[in-house]
């Protein structure tokens, strides 16, 4: 058993290893399944909560639950309403917020939304991330590259939007 968590830990990527989105990249204009993935606690610590801020430009999103996990949503209204696959929208999620677990930190997990992805060819959305461990660690996931840093120590979970 330890010889193949040795070999599957030499196997993974850094990248992998932090918050992502799988797929990375969507169409534009499209209703689209995003897993947040989750490949370790704090520094050893279980994971107890991961909360995603939506980037502007997303109208709506919509958390699967996830047994032993409470799932919170925070809102912002709209400054003009949008029209939405049942009418007109009036505020968008800006928050999601799963609580529960643990998860322990040697184990991998996935936290799922449904969005609609935003008209926005051709851009990168971020959404910065904070995970919550026991004991009080907690790690954000919330830099962008920069000119002098292309691949930040925490760099924000990102989602490319492709041609529709
Ligand atoms: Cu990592």
């Not at 992502?20 to 204009?29: G, H, K, L, Q, S």
């Not at 949008?82 to 609580?99: D, K, M, Q, T």
């Not at 959404?127 to 004991?135: D, I, L, Y």
């Amino acid at each position: 058993m330890k010889r193949i968590l040795t070999l599957l830990l030499a196997l993974a990527t850094p990248a992998a290893a932090h918050v992502t989105i799988a797929p990375p990249e969507v169409p534009a204009n499209s209703y689209a399944r995003l897993a947040f993935r989750v490949g370790h606690g704090c520094a050893g610590a279980a994971t107890i909560a991961i909360e995603v801020a939506l980037p502007e430009g997303i109208t709506m999103a919509r958390p699967m639950p996830k047994p032993g996990w409470e799932i919170a949503i925070e809102t912002r209204p709209l400054p003009r309403p949008v029209s939405g696959g049942h009418g007109l929208v009036r505020e968008a999620p800006s928050g999601i917020a799963w609580r529960g677990g643990p998860l322990p930190d040697a184990h991998y997990e996935e936290f799922v939304l449904l969005i609609r992805a935003p008209d926005m060819a051709g851009a990168t959305l971020s959404f910065p991330v904070m995970q919550r461990c026991e004991g009080g660690a907690q790690h954000a996931w919330i830099e962008l590259p920069t000119a002098e840093q292309s691949r930040p120590r925490s760099p924000a979970a990102t989602l490319r939007l492709g041609a529709r």
